[in-house]
C-alpha cells in the first residue's frame, strides 16, 4: 500500500459505534484510499480489529451499487490482486455530502 496511514492519522477517526447512527450524507471522510476508479472513503476505524467502515465507490463490478457503505480492513486493502491501493496525502475531511461520488448516489435526487 503507498502512503500508508499513520498511528496518528488512525487516532483522528471516531469509533465506528459512535457513527453508526450518523446518515450517511452527513458522516465526516477522514481517509481516502484509491485505485483507478475504485475509491475507500473511511468514516470509523476500530483499531483493536483493524476495521474501518465507510464508503466504497466501485465503478468495475456493475453488479454492485456503485457506492455502499461498508465494513474493510487494511488486510482487504493490502491483499488486492489488480494493483497498488494508495492513500490520498493531501487529503482533508469532510461531510460525505462535499464528495461529489458519494453525494451523487446517496443524494435524494439521486433516488
Known sequence: MKNEPTQRDLQNLPSIATTLGTRSLDRTIYLHFHRGNEHWYAA?????????????????????????WEYFTFEDLRNSQEGEIGTETSWKPRTASQIEEIAREYSPSAA
Open 44 to 68: 470509523a476505524y476500530e483499531p483493536d480489529e483493524g476495521m474501518f467502515f465507510g464508503c466504497i465507490i466501485n465503478d468495475k463490478d456493475i453488479r454492485l451499487k456503485r457506492g455502499r
